[in-house]
């Protein structure tokens, strides 16, 4: 494959930002989204697990993590920007109760639940164990379902605690079923942490771009897509 598939696949002209790691499927940047963003071609699909206002850092963990850049508020605005790019169809992680939040022209079409196998963080005094994370999914023009319409609730464990390189990790699998539920060949993550969604990309043979601002993040995802696949 050429060695500036991604250049050609995902942008209208140079964004003069080398590459962290780049392999025949798979291009990531150490950089802010927005940096990359003006230059950018449109994609089929947007996979993003943005910060949205959780604010929030667990004493609970052996081995701590420093709280998520940018996660004072949800960036409403580049959502938008990056919905707008987006030619089959877009999605985001977010807390339930960013759906009351939300502007009117950016109500999703659906609201996917996941179920996971143990409960998450919250107040421990006043609300119920959270067993579940939200999914907001816009369709586009391009939009079509890969294999049949698809339940808005799924089931999937989540990354084990003495597991995480990242403190808002997500399965591979989770994003797998979020990709094998519509059409789409390009995507792009623009939160993509420590490159779950980046090799769940590669696994189904779809070409992906990904941006990291935390170096140390940006490591993690780079190995992760280093790694080879079992058949």
């Not at 779809?206 to 995802?221: N, S, T, W």
Request: charged fraction near 25%.
């Amino acid at each position: 494959m050429n060695s500036n598939w991604w250049l050609e696949t995902f942008f209208k002209t140079d964004p003069g930002i080398h590459p962290f790691y780049e392999d025949g499927r798979v291009v990531l940047f150490n950089c802010d989204c927005k940096e990359l963003m003006p230059n950018m071609k449109d994609f089929d699909l947007l996979i993003s697990d943005p910060p949205y206002g959780q604010n929030w850092k667990s004493n609970h963990r052996i081995v701590q993590f420093e709280k998520i850049i940018g996660d004072e508020a949800f960036d409403y605005d580049t959502l938008r920007t990056l919905i707008k790019m987006s030619t089959n169809g877009a999605f985001a992680f977010c807390r339930w109760d960013n759906l009351m939040e939300f502007p009117k022209d950016l109500k999703p079409k659906s609201f996917l639940t996941w179920v996971k196998n143990n409960w998450g963080s919250g107040d421990l005094n006043a609300e119920f164990a959270r067993q579940t994370e939200s999914v907001a999914f816009w369709p586009k023009g391009g939009h079509k379902w890969a294999n049949g319409r698809p339940t808005d609730v799924f089931m999937h464990d989540r990354v084990a605690s003495a597991a995480m390189v990242h403190p808002s990790e997500k399965p591979e699998g989770v994003f797998g079923y979020l990709l094998d539920a519509v059409v789409g060949e390009t995507v792009f993550d623009p939160y993509c942490g420590s490159g779950a969604s980046l090799r769940a990309a590669k696994a189904r043979g779809k070409k992906a771009i990904g941006c990291e601002l935390v170096l140390d993040y940006c490591e993690k995802a780079a190995d992760r897509c280093r790694q080879d696949f079992l058949l």
